[in-house]
């Protein structure tokens, strides 16, 4: 847990170092970071493939924050609360982190990056985090 907290932070804090500032949004105007976490198990017991992966990302992420973003390969565990004495779930993960204004714009985009991953490779969810930021110069 803490090597991957300590990975993330680092992969902003690049950004947030290395990008002009012009890339991100004005805090007073709403900065946000969203990350996703893409559970990489299909329910045939495959896995999503590297190839299907980066096609994805391609057609369906990078459209949509084009300003850019960050992908990070991550391992996770889960259980469905849904249902009763849920085994757990360990899998490799993309997470895919994003800071972007706080628009409705952004919001349609983070819903539709989801929708597509779970009916592209027929997953329950996507889990999704945001958390409000404020950029430093």
Request: glycine letters at 6%; hydrophobic letters at 45%.
């Given at each position: 847990?803490?090597?991957?907290?300590?990975?993330?932070?680092?992969?902003?804090?690049?950004?947030?170092?290395?990008?002009?500032?012009?890339?991100?949004?004005?805090?007073?105007?709403?900065?946000?970071?969203?990350?996703?976490?893409?559970?990489?198990?299909?329910?045939?017991?495959?896995?999503?493939?590297?190839?299907?992966?980066?096609?994805?990302?391609?057609?369906?992420?990078?459209?949509?924050?084009?300003?850019?973003?960050?992908?990070?390969d991550a391992y996770g565990q889960w259980r469905d609360p849904a249902l009763a004495d849920a085994p757990i779930v360990r899998e490799?993960?993309?997470?895919?982190?994003?800071?972007?204004?706080?628009?409705?714009?952004?919001?349609?985009?983070?819903?539709?990056?989801?929708?597509?991953?779970?009916?592209?490779?027929?997953?329950?969810?996507?889990?999704?985090?945001?958390?409000?930021l404020r950029i430093v110069e």
């Amino acid at each position: 847990m803490n090597r991957r907290f300590t990975c993330i932070f680092l992969v902003v804090l690049v950004l947030a170092v290395a990008l002009p500032r012009t890339a991100f949004a004005d805090p007073t105007t709403g900065a946000v970071q969203s990350t996703l976490y893409f559970g990489l198990e299909l329910s045939d017991g495959g896995t999503v493939s590297e190839r299907d992966w980066t096609r994805f990302l391609a057609e369906v992420v990078t459209p949509r924050f084009p300003d850019g973003l960050t992908v990070v390969d991550a391992y996770g565990q889960w259980r469905d609360p849904a249902l009763a004495d849920a085994p757990i779930v360990r899998e490799a993960t993309k997470i895919i982190i994003v800071v972007h204004s706080e628009t409705p714009e952004a919001a349609v985009a983070l819903a539709d990056i989801k929708t597509e991953y779970m009916d592209r490779f027929g997953q329950k969810s996507v889990f999704h985090t945001e958390a409000p930021l404020r950029i430093v110069e």
